[in-house]
């Protein structure tokens, strides 16, 4: 059974950096991209990239580039993202999503919860 | 980037209805995929490539379309579909979604 269990929820200050994890099960990690969505409280649904963690390579939303940072970790089969320079509008749940076989989301995580308030 | 315009922004119906909510795309896509989402839940996969259903979706829903216009129908609404249903696709980057369709049982 495929699962992406991501970390807990963050309670960040402006200006400062959280890093989020998002570690999958019940598949080969390296064979499928993970992409991250951000939704803000009662709104709807923003891509915001995907890494592949075969080679690491990455694909942004132009919207994310510079506050966005996506990473991978083969060995704990663990995707990871970081978010920078946090400002309010940071403040957000944010998904990682696995690609079905038609380019669908098919397997979402349970999303963190990113608080920024000084 | 490709817009994708959802209509209506709220959905009212009573169990029974026959229910249609739409999905315009800003310029030609090649597949619409659908995703429901209730409060507090992580959104679910629900139609795929237009119109193949998820696993364990029910068979009163279908999606449907082509080109710039998408439409997902329930035969008869019943009280556990109220949620909200995102389109969403990715025939050209970035990916975008639609705003949703929030569907409420009367």
């Known amino acids: 059974e495929v699962q992406l269990q991501q970390s807990g929820p963050e309670l960040v200050k402006p200006g400062a950096s959280v890093k989020m994890s998002c570690k999958a099960s019940?598949?080969?990690?390296?064979?499928?991209?993970m992409h991250w969505v951000k939704q803000k409280p009662g709104q709807g649904l923003e891509w915001i990239g995907y890494?592949?963690?075969?080679?690491?390579?990455?694909k942004y939303n132009e919207k994310f580039k510079g506050k966005a940072t996506l990473t991978s970790d083969k060995s704990s089969s663990t995707a990871y993202m970081e978010l920078s320079s946090l400002t309010s509008e940071d403040s957000a749940v944010y998904y990682c999503?696995?690609?079905?076989?038609?380019?669908?989301?098919?397997?979402w995580g349970q999303g963190t919860l990113v608080t920024v308030s000084a | 980037q490709i817009v994708l315009s959802q209509s209506p922004a709220i959905l009212s119906a009573s169990p029974g209805e026959k229910v249609t909510m739409t999905c315009r795309a800003s310029?030609?896509?090649?597949?619409m995929h659908w995703y429901q989402q209730k409060p507090g839940s992580s959104p679910k996969p629900w139609i795929y490539?237009?119109?193949n259903l998820a696993s364990g979706v029910p068979a009163r829903f279908s999606g449907s379309g082509s080109g710039t216009s998408y439409s997902l129908t329930i035969s008869r609404v019943e009280a556990e579909d109220a949620a909200t249903y995102y389109c969403?696709?990715?025939?050209?980057?970035?990916?975008?979604f639609g705003a949703g369709t929030k569907l409420e049982l009367k």
């Open positions: 999503a696995r690609e079905g076989g038609h380019r669908e989301f098919a397997y």
């Open positions: 019940g598949y080969t990690f390296t064979s499928y991209v």
């Open positions: 890494i592949n963690p075969y080679n690491d390579g990455t």
């Open positions: 310029s030609s896509v090649s597949y």
């Open positions: 490539a237009t119109s």
């Open positions: 969403q696709q990715w025939s050209s980057n970035p990916l975008t």
